[in-house]
């Protein structure tokens, strides 16, 4: 089973910076994507940052110029600088990797880490 642990969270002011990390474990072969998404207070789940395993990159417009993702082995990390009030959102990293157990590529989401943005 492949597990993902989020840490990163937190209260940030805006104009702040926090980084978020997602470390994965379990039984598990190669790692394909990686991505972090987000979920504000009463709306959908959307992609905010995807890394494939070339380490080629994709952010979200609202995103862009402000968030970095990156990956090192079983981690992913999403930078972001400048935050603002609208990044309030629980964050969530998604990881497709090979499920030793099952012998598939599986999609593994984490737990969710909040991050909250005062004005």
Not at 23 to 38: D, L
């Amino acid at each position: 089973q492949v597990r993902l642990v989020e840490s990163g969270g937190g209260l940030v002011q805006a104009g702040g910076s926090l980084r978020l990390s997602c470390a994965v474990s379990g039984a598990f072969g190669s790692i394909s994507r990686m991505a972090w998404y987000r979920q504000p207070p009463g709306k959908q789940r959307d992609l905010v940052a995807l890394i494939t395993a070339t380490g080629n990159t994709n952010l979200a417009d609202s995103v862009k110029g402000r968030f970095s993702i990156s990956r090192d082995n079983a981690k992913v990390y999403l930078q972001m600088n400048s935050l603002k009030p609208e990044d309030t959102a629980v964050y969530y990293c998604k990881v497709e990797a090979f499920d030793l157990r099952t012998q598939r590529f599986a999609n593994a989401w984490g737990q969710g880490t909040l991050v909250t943005v005062s004005s």
